[in-house]
């Protein structure tokens, strides 16, 4: 496998497979390459799960046939060790070369983990998501207003034909969101907000997102890269 690309581009690719310096930090995760793309798929417990899909042409050059690279946090960490932002991945044998032209670092590559991804996945014009998913409750909207005030939870309800998500404790706030309906079934969940927070950090722009009673799954696609998240609900007591 041999790639050029950005290096800001690269990182911030890594860290969004990791859910990077959160509660539900994954490392070391596996990048597994095609002839034709890139691909991040991986869970953190039965909480949450990732799949990221990168197309070559993302990439300034890119050579590789089917490799499986596990990417860590030390090597993540190295990428901060003086490269400029061109930067020439390779993996040769056992190891794998980091260069930018002036600066090189080299180590040894770890055996990658046998990790099962527990969903099959199918592409749609909203993004890639969970084969047997429908978005019968679903919009798309700005990943801006879903910067919420701290919290241990939110809540999402869908009920005529409107979006309010809220934080309950002591008192209760909550706020009708702009969003674009593509399935207007009604259904009330709670998520984890740290989780949620980790995984809205990763996005930008605009971003579909699916309800379900076990689930709620933030999808985004653009021409030749897609992030899928699945972050499971929590119990809503009565």
């Given at each position: 496998m041999k790639l050029q690309t950005k290096l800001s581009d690269f990182e911030k690719l890594v860290k969004a497979g990791m859910i990077y310096k959160s509660k539900a930090y994954i490392s070391p995760t596996n990048l597994q390459f095609s002839k034709d793309s890139l691909t991040i798929a991986?869970?953190?417990?039965?909480?949450?799960a990732v799949y990221i899909t990168v197309k070559k042409d993302f990439f300034t050059k890119?050579?590789?046939?089917?490799?499986?690279?596990?990417?860590t946090t030390d090597l993540l960490d190295k990428l901060s060790w003086g490269?400029?932002?061109?930067?020439t991945i390779e993996t040769k044998k056992d190891k794998i070369?980091?260069?930018?032209?002036?600066?090189?670092?080299?180590?040894d590559l770890e055996e990658h983990l046998e990790k099962q991804?527990?969903?099959?996945?199918?592409?749609?014009?909203?993004?890639?998501?969970?084969e047997k998913i429908e978005p019968e409750s679903a919009v798309t909207l700005t990943v801006d207003q879903l910067k919420f005030p701290n919290a241990d939870s939110y809540f999402f309800e869908i009920s005529k034909n409107k979006l309010i998500a809220s934080i309950k404790g002591v008192g209760e706030w909550k706020t009708q969101l702009d969003a674009k309906f593509i399935g207007k079934k009604d259904i009330l969940i709670a998520v984890d907000?740290?989780?949620?927070?980790?995984?809205t950090n990763n996005l930008s722009d605009e971003v579909t997102?699916?309800?379900?009673?076990?689930?709620?799954?933030?999808a985004q696609k653009t021409d030749n890269l897609t992030k899928t998240y699945l972050l499971a609900t929590q119990n809503i007591e009565e």
């Amino acid at each position: 496998m041999k790639l050029q690309t950005k290096l800001s581009d690269f990182e911030k690719l890594v860290k969004a497979g990791m859910i990077y310096k959160s509660k539900a930090y994954i490392s070391p995760t596996n990048l597994q390459f095609s002839k034709d793309s890139l691909t991040i798929a991986d869970t953190y417990s039965d909480i949450m799960a990732v799949y990221i899909t990168v197309k070559k042409d993302f990439f300034t050059k890119y050579e590789a046939e089917s490799e499986v690279i596990p990417f860590t946090t030390d090597l993540l960490d190295k990428l901060s060790w003086g490269f400029s932002d061109t930067l020439t991945i390779e993996t040769k044998k056992d190891k794998i070369y980091l260069t930018d032209g002036k600066t090189n670092y080299s180590t040894d590559l770890e055996e990658h983990l046998e990790k099962q991804f527990p969903f099959k996945m199918k592409e749609t014009e909203h993004g890639i998501i969970p084969e047997k998913i429908e978005p019968e409750s679903a919009v798309t909207l700005t990943v801006d207003q879903l910067k919420f005030p701290n919290a241990d939870s939110y809540f999402f309800e869908i009920s005529k034909n409107k979006l309010i998500a809220s934080i309950k404790g002591v008192g209760e706030w909550k706020t009708q969101l702009d969003a674009k309906f593509i399935g207007k079934k009604d259904i009330l969940i709670a998520v984890d907000a740290d989780f949620f927070n980790a995984i809205t950090n990763n996005l930008s722009d605009e971003v579909t997102l699916i309800f379900r009673e076990t689930a709620v799954i933030l999808a985004q696609k653009t021409d030749n890269l897609t992030k899928t998240y699945l972050l499971a609900t929590q119990n809503i007591e009565e």
